[in-house]
């Protein structure tokens, strides 16, 4: 299983491809790094909801991705997901 990568921007307008640990709507969660060196950070939407922010060591970085385009990456990758079981 090939693992998913995103591209997010430091405050320092650089642009690091970092994997992806685990998604939701709600929140994303990515590593930074390789082996014992890797730092995992939680990023959460911002107010508007047109991206998600969170901190590194006391640096920001920003996935530049709104809500709704996670909510439709989330349906369009796992389908299976989004069926609504019976409530027995």
Known sequence: MESEKIQIRTEAG???EVE?????SDAIWVVL????HSIKC???PT???????GTVMG??????????QVREDL???RPEQ???KPSR
């Open 47 to 53: 107010r508007t909801g047109r991206a998600y922010a």
């Open 59 to 68: 640096r920001e970085i920003v996935y530049e991705r709104s809500v709704q």
């Open 20 to 24: 992806v640990a685990g998604k939701k």
């Open 42 to 44: 939680k990023l959460t």
């Open 33 to 36: 790094g390789e082996g014992a």
């Open 75 to 77: 349906a369009r990758h």
């Open 14 to 16: 650089q642009i690091l």
């Open 82 to 84: 989004n069926l609504r």
